[in-house]
């Protein structure tokens, strides 16, 4: 232990420690080993040791940010490479401009612990980075990939209370431990005390000299939440009634045959058939619903014609046979507007057309006639379906798979009723991205769902850990909210989940197949369900006024010299 003490003394030892931390990060993110998740409740204390040894030796904000910047580029570097597999340009920005965006929290963490003391410091820092975190769920170059509540998604049994904090608490819990753990090796003083009974400064902590009183704090914060989690988690019991549902993978390449242009395209009539006939294949007279993946009728359809549609025909005639089957597929879909003044932000224009919006859309055909509804994808993923304006230029070149472009969205989250109400099946269909963020899920169930559905394409991100991530992070949906789910993948993996986050049955990875499962349809509303998000928009307030008390203390100082050096 002495050792790793003083590994930060030595002129390269900012740069261990840093790499120490991001390794320590990546070691336990999904999708290695569950147990592995632990490391996350200390991944962050060589990060903590490496900043106070470099304040303690005077060194200047430039230099605090150069390091943590280090640390963090290397974690996302660690973690999503496998953006990459997209394009190598797309992938290296998508790493440099997320981490250089983290270094917001962890320097709003240096300044305020230089102004307003150790103490108020360190308390800020988890604060100020869940309020990041859930900007980052909300702005234009939205990312929440790394949130830290993702990291237990391989490792879901530690983190059953999530259906009373969401996602979100598992930050606070990370960084909670992580701060204590450090306090415990290092204690939270600047500088160490003059001698033993020499007094601390005002607003620094010294660790306890007694072991087990030193170390109390963090096992009880380490061991408590663990504990809860176990309670919950075994004391909970699904429910609901049981319907059959069919998710389909038609695992269409979609660098080599999805496409029109592609080297080995696969003519889209043949598309259709291969869905029809996996679907066919899967099917039992107690099949209620299928699910098709995202942008499987991929040609661009105008839902003001939908119906004259030869592809849609053939739909329509497949569900004539099956009585009782209902359908959502995803598809590509435009919607035109009448002039400039009624178009949307994101409308487009063509002579031939007028004003129109292009979307990722979930099409649900309830029955063989009746009237297809459209849910429109909403969380879009920033450089491939959603550009800002302000960026356009720049953003347009990071290509994460896809059509670069803006697509259309809508404001309210679309739940599709199925014929009949025993059992009361209400569809929440999340398109691919939109299942990594807890509130936005939970608007379905707000809205009425009884079983969430995923249609995805993770095949943009090969045989990586990409699609292994994604659908881990859907297990903690599924305990968000208590709903089962039912995911859909073109190419990754299709399965179904429990109201515990537990995997019940999955594909293989790039395999034509199918999966049916008896799931069961929850009414009832979780805490975090019926309250929404708590934590993180808590947080913004607080980060506010600590911002704010920052910069008073600032320019109210009556030091000059530490005003000069700021």
């Given at each position: 232990m002495s050792s790793f003490k003083e590994i930060g003394n030595s002129n390269w030892g900012a740069a261990l420690l840093a790499f120490l931390s991001a390794g320590l990060l990546w070691a336990?993110?999904?999708?290695?080993?569950?147990?592995?998740?632990?490391?996350?409740?200390?991944?962050?204390?060589?990060?903590?040791?490496?900043?106070?040894?470099?304040?303690r030796r005077g060194a200047s904000g430039w230099k605090v940010f150069r390091y943590t910047y280090l640390m963090l580029v290397l974690w996302n570097a660690f973690t999503t490479w496998w953006v990459s597999y997209s394009t190598l340009g797309g992938g290296i920005a998508a790493v440099v401009l997320n981490a250089l965006l983290m270094c917001l929290p962890t320097m709003a963490f240096y300044h305020t612990k230089k102004r307003l003391g150790t103490l108020v410091g360190y308390v800020s820092l988890p604060i100020y980075w869940v309020a990041f975190e859930q900007l980052h769920l909300h702005w234009d170059l939205t990312w929440p990939w790394l949130t830290l509540g993702n990291g237990f998604a391989e490792a879901n049994s530690l983190v059953q209370w999530y259906e009373y904090t969401g996602f979100l608490g598992g930050s606070v819990w990370i960084w909670l431990t992580n701060i204590l753990v450090f306090r415990a090796l290092f204690g939270l003083a600047m500088r160490p005390a003059a001698s033993s009974g020499s007094a601390t400064r005002a607003g620094e902590l010294l660790p306890r000299r007694q072991p087990l009183t030193r170390w109390l704090a963090p096992a009880l914060a380490i061991g408590l939440p663990m504990l809860l989690s176990y309670?919950?988690?075994?004391?909970?019991?699904?429910?609901?009634?049981?319907?059959?549902?069919?998710?389909?993978?038609?695992?269409?390449?979609?660098?080599?045959?999805?496409?029109?242009?592609?080297?080995?395209?696969v003519p889209y009539d043949e598309q259709l058939s291969r869905l029809i006939h996996l679907t066919e294949q899967q099917l039992t007279?107690?099949?209620?619903?299928?699910?098709?993946?995202?942008?499987?009728?991929?040609?661009?359809?105008?839902?003001?014609?939908?119906?004259?549609?030869?592809?849609?025909?053939?739909?329509?005639?497949?569900?004539?046979?099956?009585?009782?089957?209902?359908?959502?597929?995803?598809?590509?879909?435009?919607?035109?507007?009448?002039?400039?003044?009624?178009?949307?932000v994101t409308a487009?224009?063509?002579?031939?057309?007028?004003?129109?919006?292009?979307?990722?859309?979930?099409?649900?055909?309830?029955?063989?006639?009746?009237?297809?509804?459209?849910?429109?994808?909403?969380?879009?993923?920033?450089?491939v379906e959603k550009i800002p304006p302000l960026l356009t230029r720049f953003i347009a070149s990071i290509d994460l798979g896809g059509t670069v472009g803006s697509y259309g969205s809508q404001e309210e989250r679309t739940v599709f009723h199925l014929p009949g109400n025993n059992p009361r099946l209400n569809l929440g269909p999340l398109i691919c991205y939109e299942s990594v963020y807890g509130d936005f899920v939970a608007k379905y169930v707000q809205n009425g769902a009884t079983l969430l559905g995923i249609i995805t394409n993770d095949g943009w991100w090969s045989d990586s850990p990409g699609h292994l991530q994604h659908l881990q992070y859907a297990t903690l949906r599924a305990i968000e909210t208590r709903?089962?789910?039912?995911?859909?993948?073109?190419?990754?993996?299709?399965?179904?989940?429990?109201?515990?986050?537990?995997?019940?049955?999955?594909?293989?990875?790039?395999?034509?197949?199918?999966?049916?499962?008896?799931?069961?349809?929850?009414?009832?509303?979780?805490?975090?369900?019926?309250?929404?998000?708590?934590?993180?928009?808590?947080?913004?307030?607080?980060?506010?006024?600590?911002?704010?008390?920052?910069?008073?203390?600032?320019?109210?100082?009556?030091?000059?010299?530490?005003r000069l050096s700021s």
């Amino acid at each position: 232990m002495s050792s790793f003490k003083e590994i930060g003394n030595s002129n390269w030892g900012a740069a261990l420690l840093a790499f120490l931390s991001a390794g320590l990060l990546w070691a336990g993110w999904p999708v290695h080993p569950a147990g592995l998740a632990l490391l996350l409740l200390v991944a962050f204390v060589p990060y903590l040791r490496m900043e106070q040894l470099l304040v303690r030796r005077g060194a200047s904000g430039w230099k605090v940010f150069r390091y943590t910047y280090l640390m963090l580029v290397l974690w996302n570097a660690f973690t999503t490479w496998w953006v990459s597999y997209s394009t190598l340009g797309g992938g290296i920005a998508a790493v440099v401009l997320n981490a250089l965006l983290m270094c917001l929290p962890t320097m709003a963490f240096y300044h305020t612990k230089k102004r307003l003391g150790t103490l108020v410091g360190y308390v800020s820092l988890p604060i100020y980075w869940v309020a990041f975190e859930q900007l980052h769920l909300h702005w234009d170059l939205t990312w929440p990939w790394l949130t830290l509540g993702n990291g237990f998604a391989e490792a879901n049994s530690l983190v059953q209370w999530y259906e009373y904090t969401g996602f979100l608490g598992g930050s606070v819990w990370i960084w909670l431990t992580n701060i204590l753990v450090f306090r415990a090796l290092f204690g939270l003083a600047m500088r160490p005390a003059a001698s033993s009974g020499s007094a601390t400064r005002a607003g620094e902590l010294l660790p306890r000299r007694q072991p087990l009183t030193r170390w109390l704090a963090p096992a009880l914060a380490i061991g408590l939440p663990m504990l809860l989690s176990y309670v919950i988690g075994s004391r909970y019991q699904e429910k609901g009634a049981k319907a059959e549902v069919l998710v389909i993978q038609p695992n269409v390449d979609p660098y080599q045959e999805k496409f029109q242009g592609t080297s080995n395209f696969v003519p889209y009539d043949e598309q259709l058939s291969r869905l029809i006939h996996l679907t066919e294949q899967q099917l039992t007279p107690q099949t209620k619903l299928v699910l098709w993946p995202e942008t499987a009728l991929e040609e661009s359809y105008w839902e003001h014609l939908l119906d004259g549609n030869l592809k849609v025909q053939r739909v329509r005639s497949f569900l004539a046979q099956h009585p009782g089957l209902s359908l959502v597929t995803g598809m590509t879909t435009l919607t035109t507007y009448p002039n400039k003044e009624a178009a949307s932000v994101t409308a487009r224009y063509r002579d031939d057309a007028g004003y129109y919006d292009v979307f990722n859309t979930a099409a649900f055909f309830p029955t063989p006639t009746g009237k297809v509804s459209f849910y429109h994808k909403s969380r879009l993923v920033p450089g491939v379906e959603k550009i800002p304006p302000l960026l356009t230029r720049f953003i347009a070149s990071i290509d994460l798979g896809g059509t670069v472009g803006s697509y259309g969205s809508q404001e309210e989250r679309t739940v599709f009723h199925l014929p009949g109400n025993n059992p009361r099946l209400n569809l929440g269909p999340l398109i691919c991205y939109e299942s990594v963020y807890g509130d936005f899920v939970a608007k379905y169930v707000q809205n009425g769902a009884t079983l969430l559905g995923i249609i995805t394409n993770d095949g943009w991100w090969s045989d990586s850990p990409g699609h292994l991530q994604h659908l881990q992070y859907a297990t903690l949906r599924a305990i968000e909210t208590r709903r089962d789910i039912a995911r859909s993948a073109n190419t990754g993996i299709s399965a179904f989940i429990n109201q515990k986050g537990e995997i019940l049955t999955q594909t293989a990875w790039w395999l034509q197949t199918g999966r049916r499962y008896p799931v069961q349809l929850n009414t009832d509303l979780t805490f975090y369900v019926r309250h929404g998000e708590l934590i993180g928009p808590t947080t913004q307030v607080l980060a506010v006024l600590l911002l704010v008390l920052v910069i008073v203390r600032r320019f109210t100082s009556k030091n000059p010299q530490t005003r000069l050096s700021s």
